[in-house]
């Protein structure tokens, strides 16, 4: 199993980001793929999930309304695209294979400055 996640950086508050992760290594169709985040200092806080087979879709609260998840199933490549910013979504940010992060890639940083 690869996660291959890009397209973080350094951005301000209300701007936005659009991240990728690359799966390779295992069946991508019809499975439940996640984001994860973890801020300084922090544990690894699930973002959202999709099921690549339905589109089924869930967020957590914090982000409902400012990030979508979505794929591309025939490039087994994982989207989140991140809207209106705020400092506190400073986090290194992972694409897993499960809703807790345990089997995840090396992450890509987003900072958001104030």
């Known amino acids: 199993v690869e996660l291959v996640e890009s397209g973080g950086g350094l951005v301000q508050s209300g701007e936005s980001l659009r991240l990728s992760c690359t799966a390779s290594?295992?069946?991508?169709?019809?499975?439940?793929m996640h984001w994860v985040r973890q801020g300084p200092g922090k544990g690894l806080e699930w973002v959202s999930s999709?099921?690549?087979?339905?589109?089924?879709?869930a967020a957590s609260n914090v982000v409902t309304g400012r990030f979508t998840i979505s794929t591309d199933s025939a490039k087994n490549t994982l989207f989140l695209q991140m809207n209106s910013l705020k400092p506190e979504d400073t986090a290194v940010y992972y694409c897993?294979?499960?809703?807790?992060?345990?089997?995840r890639g090396r992450g890509t940083q987003v900072t958001v400055s104030s």
């Open positions: 999709i099921h690549t087979g339905t589109g089924i879709k």
């Open positions: 897993a294979t499960d809703q807790d992060g345990r089997n």
């Open positions: 290594g295992f069946t991508f169709s019809s499975r439940w």
